[in-house]
């Protein structure tokens, strides 16, 4: 059973457009949400956060929103640009659990087109 | 400041053949989780390594084990190979927590003929 989703699994964007990935969860004690990017023969690297006390966070073209109620969140990265283009995963936990450390979503191809 | 680093990058195994895959974290950082990516099933939790203890383990076989030294280094092994295993191995490390930001390897690509 697939507790984080990411229905899309690939996603093309023109350049200077925004990029809106999305990632659905299914369970209620993940209480902090990240994501990560990952380029092709590279580990993954870790691009912004939020916790379930907050609605919406900001990193420069980055922001991530979380909707609780609808145990959905999205990651917004407005203008988009060519080095945006990477798989980006979506990744949950209940801090303080540690069982399961992170649990990634299957990610979301992202594509900049010129 | 060094990342994390994984050694080997690139590996082909046989069936029913043994693997050991080595870790080495970000100094001062004091866990390391390894975590299998496939295709099929993105990243998945192998198992978490603290000051030498293994603290959390994900829902893999018995045949997929690891340790911690010391000086945090790690190795992850993974005996009676199978097709399946067949795998991007990536690794990580944090200062405490395995369930917050994470600083990953390359990854050691396994392929297992």
């Known amino acids: 059973d697939q507790q984080v989703k990411q229905n899309s699994p690939s996603l093309s964007v023109q350049e200077g457009r925004i990029s809106i990935l999305n990632c659905d969860y299914t369970n209620s004690m993940f209480d902090y949400f990240l994501w990560y990017k990952k380029y092709p023969a590279e580990g993954p690297t870790f691009l912004i956060s939020i916790s379930s006390i907050k609605d919406k966070n900001e990193d420069g073209r980055f922001t991530v929103f979380l909707n609780k109620s609808a145990k959905h969140l999205s990651l917004h990265i407005v203008p988009s640009q060519p080095g945006d283009s990477a798989v980006y995963f979506c990744?949950?936990?209940?801090?303080?659990?540690?069982?399961?450390?992170?649990?990634f979503g299957k990610g979301t191809h992202l594509i900049i087109q010129p | 400041k060094a990342g994390v680093t994984q050694t080997p990058r690139y590996l082909i195994k046989t069936r029913g053949q043994q693997v050991t895959l080595s870790c080495s974290p970000i100094?001062?950082?004091?866990?390391v989780s390894w975590y299998q990516q496939t295709p099929g099933q993105g990243l998945q939790f192998l198992f978490e390594?603290?000051?030498?203890?293994?603290?959390n383990k994900g829902n893999f076989p018995g045949r997929f084990s690891g340790r911690q030294f010391s000086n945090s280094r790690s190795e992850m092994n993974v005996s009676t190979l199978e097709l399946g295993d067949s795998a991007l191995y990536l690794c990580?490390?944090?200062?405490?927590?395995?369930?917050?930001?994470?600083?990953f390897g390359e990854g050691s690509r396994l392929t297992v003929l």
């Open positions: 990580a490390s944090s200062w405490g927590s395995n369930t917050g930001e994470l600083f």
């Open positions: 990744a949950a936990s209940a801090i303080g659990g540690g069982a399961d450390g992170l649990t």
């Open positions: 390594y603290f000051s030498e203890t293994q603290r």
């Open positions: 100094s001062g950082h004091r866990s």
